[in-house]
């Protein structure tokens, strides 16, 4: 069964840190390209952040370079999201997203920045 399953998200003051997983399960992790999402209340989901499948190339929403690090360890089967100087612009759910042969999404993990 596959799973991905976010964690890490809770309430932080603006400037804040939080670090987000992704936990994979049920398929072949290290041949995936893995990508950060989000939406917040009212807005369409938007990419935050990607990384090639061996972890070589990443890319970022223009809102979020400079303070998002997107990272992965494909001996854990886990996706990570490094979130600094966060913003309240930043609250939304956050999403991990796996493109491969199939597309897998998981159910999301709330980030909530007071200002």
């Known amino acids: 069964q596959v799973q991905l399953v976010e964690s890490g998200g809770g309430l932080v003051q603006a400037g804040g840190s939080l670090r987000l997983s992704c936990a994979a399960s049920g398929f072949t992790f290290s041949t995936y390209a893995m990508s950060w999402y989000r939406q917040a209340p009212g807005k369409e989901r938007e990419l935050v952040a990607q990384i090639a499948r061996t972890g070589g190339s990443t890319n970022y929403a223009g809102s979020v370079k400079g303070r998002f690090t997107i990272s992965r360890d494909n001996a854990k089967n886990t996706l990570y999201l490094q979130m600094n100087d966060l913003k309240s612009e930043d609250t939304a759910v956050y999403y991990c997203?796996?493109?491969?042969?199939?597309?897998?999404w998981g159910r999301g993990t709330q980030v909530t920045v007071s200002s």
């Open positions: 997203r796996g493109r491969g042969f199939y597309d897998y």
